[in-house]
């Protein structure tokens, strides 16, 4: 079977289509996923569908969803639901896991994509970074559990694989950088800003992006832009790291050093 989780959850077996169709079941294998080959405790999947109030029929009705789970992954792959219940949907204690191998599931992929890319920069190898950070975030669909309705366990782990998302797509634009392939890493960058208005690093990796472009003007609106927004919503300037880029910009003759170091050379 195939388990997906960046984007809205999925399930298949050999191409077929067998997420769970009905809320609730589908609520209670969204959390099983997320946390996919660790215990997820009775009390934290009730809080999850139900809220700190779950009704008295609540266990018994948690127990139909896990049977259900198991019915419909031993249909599909032909085994037994006792089958299920040993190897793949377990009871654990006061709980369930569900067993998955790496190759099984997209998540252990992506991450071992944004590792192996995180090597090739500090090898150097930009150009090989960008590759490999492209494929990792082509795997992504959308929206974690946009398909789900999430209580509180989901919306922590939806923040958690968002994170992700975002520090991979950082570390593409400064790859893209250091490959010098400035055009690229300014179309990422603008995306990032539009998506995260009070997020520095993308604002200073847009700035370094559209410097080494050629467009000095450009990176230094986005920098006005930046600390007025700051200041009127939060009350506070940037960063002195974000302040340092921008003043080594603003000069003449500028710091080239400075800015080799910051990814911004023209």
């Not at 922590?156 to 994170?163: G, H, I």
Request: hydrophobic share 40%; with cysteine; proline share 5%.
């Amino acid at each position: 079977m195939e388990f997906r989780l960046l984007g809205p959850i999925d399930v298949s077996e050999q191409g077929r289509d067998i997420t769970p169709t009905a809320p609730k079941q589908r609520q209670v294998l969204a959390l099983l996923l997320a946390r996919a080959n660790r215990r997820v405790s009775v009390p934290t999947l009730l809080n999850e569908v139900w809220g700190h109030e779950p009704p008295r029929t609540a266990t018994t009705a948690l127990q139909t969803y896990i049977g259900s789970l198991r019915k419909t992954f031993a249909t599909a792959t032909g085994t037994t639901a006792r089958h299920i219940a040993e190897h793949r949907l377990v009871t654990d204690g006061n709980g369930y896991a569900l067993k998955l191998a790496d190759t099984e599931w997209d998540r252990p992929r992506f991450e071992q994509l944004v590792l192996q890319a995180r090597g090739l920069m500090e090898e150097r190898e930009a150009q090989r970074a960008t590759e490999v950070l492209g494929e990792a975030l082509a795997m992504w669909r959308g929206t974690p559990f946009c398909n789900v309705k999430a209580g509180s366990q989901l919306t922590a782990q939806s923040r958690v694989l968002n994170e992700a998302h975002l520090a991979a797509c950082e570390v593409r634009v400064d790859a893209l950088l250091s490959a010098g392939r400035f055009q690229e890493a300014v179309g990422d960058a603008v995306a990032l800003v539009e998506e995260h208005p009070y997020h520095e690093n993308v604002h200073a990796q847009l700035m370094r992006a559209l410097y080494a472009s050629g467009r000095r003007a450009a990176a230094l609106e986005v920098y006005q832009s930046l600390r007025r927004r700051m200041s009127d919503d939060l009350g506070i300037t940037p960063s002195p790291t974000t302040r340092s880029l921008h003043h080594a910009m603003l000069q003449d003759r500028p710091d080239q050093r400075y800015l080799s170091a910051a990814g911004a050379v023209r």
